[in-house]
T-cell receptor, first 113, second 115 residues
Framework: KQEVTQIPAALSVPEGENLVLNCSFT??????LQWFRQDPGKGLTSLLL?????REQTSGRLNASLDKSSGRSTLYIAASQPGDSATYLC????????????FGQGTTLQVKP | DAGVIQSPRHEVTEMGQEVTLRCKPI?????LFWYRQTMMRGLELLIY????????DSGMPEDRFSAKMPNASFSTLKIQPSEPRDSAVYFC?????????????FGDGTRLSIL
């Protein structure tokens, strides 16, 4: 059974710092991995999607990497801003390409001005 | 693009009552997902549909839960009878399912409180 773990559960950093959020999964047979952002009282917003054949994806100040063999992904946020404060979740889909996602518990990030 | 629309945003009801949550997916999307989010268990997939057909309902906790998708633009999640442990935020998401998975787009959720 696929399990997704995110460490740390919470993180507080000063504005401007570069930071890395970690995600690990137990079954390397995945179709893709997605990173989402969730603001309080809101739904999830997709940030980056990495297909299993890819190693990384970039969008603005965000960079996500994927190492399938070791069951790990990282989300790198450059030059963090207070507006980046949110909960970040990673999710993996199984190799059978059903669209079904298994989520981690998330990392809650606070960026202090 | 109006996004995924869920209603109601908040629902407070007494134990034993029937609860119906509604979702309108993004036009053109052919996959629809229902999730439940709690502090203890995080985000759990309850059921999902492809082309209006339920594909996997293994996450539906009990027979008290049922979901329908009568057409491509509407889905419901029903709980009957409701219990206090059903209190959670319920999310609906949609995506285009094809050769390459596309990101799932989430609604803002329904916060359900069962007293």
């Amino acid at each position: 059974k696929q399990e997704v773990t995110q460490i740390p559960a919470a993180l507080s950093v000063p504005e401007g710092e570069n930071l890395v959020l970690n995600c690990s999964f137990t079954d390397s047979a995945i179709y893709n991995l997605q990173w989402f952002r969730q603001d309080p009282g809101k739904g999830l917003t997709s940030l980056l999607l990495i297909q299993s054949s890819q190693r990384e994806q970039t969008s603005g100040r965000l960079n996500a990497s994927l190492d399938k063999s070791s069951g790990r992904s990282t989300l790198y946020i450059a030059a963090s801003q207070p507006g980046d404060s949110a909960t970040y979740l990673c999710a993996v889909s199984g190799s059978s390409n059903t669209g079904k996602l298994i989520f981690g518990q998330g990392t809650t990030l606070q960026v202090k001005p | 693009d109006a996004g995924v629309i869920q209603s109601p945003r908040h629902e407070v009801t007494e134990m034993g009552q029937e609860v119906t949550l509604r979702c309108k997916p993004i036009s053109g999307h052919n996959s629809l997902f229902w999730y439940r989010q709690t502090m203890m268990r995080g985000l759990e997939l309850l059921i999902y549909f492809n082309n209006n057909v339920p594909i996997d309902d293994s996450g539906m906790p009990e027979d008290r839960f049922s979901a329908k998708m009568p057409n491509a633009s509407f889905s419901t999640l029903k709980i009957q009878p409701s219990e206090p442990r059903d209190s959670a935020v319920y999310f609906c998401a949609s995506s285009f399912f094809g050769q390459m998975n596309q990101p799932q787009h989430f609604g803002d959720g329904t916060r359900l409180s069962i007293l």
